[in-house]
Every structure is written in structure tokens, then in C-alpha cells.
């Protein structure tokens, strides 16, 4: 059984319904919650399978979350318009890279990596490591700078520690998807909830919501109240497929 989080006042409820029902039309049991603490102690209890968090207002449920598991962040699961696979961008919560800036980046691609041992997701991760700019714009501005001598490091440090396709090319996402990278790592948690906004609300592009990392593996999918009904339904196919 899955749970999806649902709140009647919010005005995409029939959005979430749509998926509700289509899942129950292909023999998917999921079940429809409206309180935050009982959809995320089911999750961390094993009673269910997996939770999505639907038209649940964040501001409700990832305090809580936070409260049971500790620090985490977000990975969105989009579809790459240039092959039709999946990838993972992360970070795409606003407050998800903090001063720390090089350990959060670390432990994302440390969180990711642990994640993906444990699935059949991909079957080789090519890390993509953005910054603010080319390679070539080096020293046009310090906050530029900043942030290609930072994605160097990492692209350096997880190089060195793990035996994965990591890189840094700047700021050009559009490349890093034509090759087929399937791990996206955003300069800041803004820059990636734009990235996001752009791709899959403005423009389109197929997803499955943002797959919970932390410390703690934890199969719980964080959606956005904006998404079409074919987001929640691909939400609850994702963590049904997973290992």
C-alpha cells in the first residue's frame, strides 16, 4: 500500500484524484490521508510501502519530516526531453544549501549515491556539476568565482572518494543533459527550485515529484500542490518500481 497526502481545501485536490483513481483502476492500493504526522509515521513505521506527499501544505508536513529523520534535502525525478530517461536535480528546496555550502553539495551527492546503491534506477550515474557560469567566464564577477572554484572542489572530492562519472562544465545544463547525465547538482536549492519551475511547470517536462534524501533511507516522495494528476500517478509508479 502507498499513502499520498491529500487536503480538500486545496483547490488541485481533483488533480490528486484523478491519480487516485487511475491507480485503483490498475490494482495500485494506495490510500488517501489528510494528516501530515500519520501520513509520515506510517512511511517510518513500514506500514506502507512508500508516501507522497500531495496537496499537503509543505509548510506542515517537512517540519515534521525534518523532526523525524533530521536534515534532508530533495531530489526532483524529471524526464530528460533528450532521451526520455530519468534524472535526479537536486537541491530544489530554497533553504537546502546553507553557509556550509561545499559539505551540503558533498553530502547530496553522498545521500544520492547511498540512495542509488540500493535500486536499479540507473545503470551508470554521471554526475553534472553546475556553477554560475562557463569555465571561461572566470573572473568576469566574484560571486561567479565562488561558485566554479566550489563545484571544482566537489567535482575533486567526490572524484577522489567514490569510483562515479563526475564533472563540471559550468553553467550548461542543456549539454549535460544531450549526453545523458543522470545526477544534476544545482549551484543553490533557488537556483534548482527554478531550474525545476522551468522545466516541469512552465515547460512541461514529465517528473515524479522529489524523492526524500537523508541520513536515514526513507521512501517518500515530496510533490509540488501545482503538479497535473500524471505527476502524483508517476509519484506512486516511481517508489513501486524501486528495489
Do not use: Q
Not at 490510500?31 to 506542515?60: C, F, K, Q
Not at 564577477?141 to 566554479?148: G, H, K, N, Q, V
Not at 563545484?151 to 544531450?178: C, D, F, P, S
Amino acid at each position: 500500500m502507498y499513502l499520498m497526502g491529500i487536503d480538500y481545501r486545496n483547490k488541485n485536490s481533483e488533480e490528486l484524484l484523478k491519480a487516485y483513481r487511475k491507480l485503483l483502476s490498475e490494482g495500485i492500493e494506495v490510500e488517501l490521508v489528510e494528516d501530515p504526522e500519520e501520513l509520515v509515521d506510517a512511511v517510518l513505521r513500514g506500514e506502507v510501502l512508500g508516501g507522497i506527499r500531495g496537496t499537503l501544505s509543505s509548510s506542515e508536513v517537512i517540519p515534521y519530516l525534518r523532526e523525524c529523520i533530521g536534515r534532508f534535502y530533495r531530489a526532483s525525478i524529471l524526464r530528460n526531453p533528450f532521451n526520455r530517461e530519468y534524472f535526479l536535480l537536486a537541491p530544489v528546496g530554497i533553504d537546502e544549501i546553507g553557509e556550509e555550502s561545499f559539505k551540503d553539495k558533498v553530502t547530496i551527492i553522498e545521500y544520492i549515491l547511498d540512495f542509488l546503491r540500493n535500486s536499479d534506477i540507473f545503470r551508470d550515474v554521471k554526475i553534472g556539476v553546475l556553477s554560475g557560469g562557463r569555465p571561461s567566464d572566470y573572473g568576469r564577477s566574484e560571486r561567479i568565482d565562488r561558485s566554479i572554484d566550489e563545484a571544482l572542489e566537489v567535482v575533486r572530492y567526490i572524484g577522489k572518494k567514490y569510483n562515479v562519472h563526475i564533472e563540471h562544465r559550468g553553467i550548461v545544463l542543456e549539454e549535460y543533459l544531450k549526453e545523458g547525465f543522470n545526477v544534476i547538482l544545482a549551484p543553490d536549492g533557488i537556483s534548482g527550485n527554478l531550474i525545476f519551475r522551468s522545466l516541469a511547470l512552465v515547460c512541461g517536462v514529465e517528473g515524479c515529484g522529489a524523492l526524500v534524501l537523508s541520513k536515514k533511507r526513507i521512501r517518500f516522495i515530496d510533490t509540488s500542490r501545482s503538479g497535473t494528476w500524471d505527476r502524483y500517478y508517476n509519484s506512486v509508479k516511481f517508489l513501486k518500481n524501486l528495489r
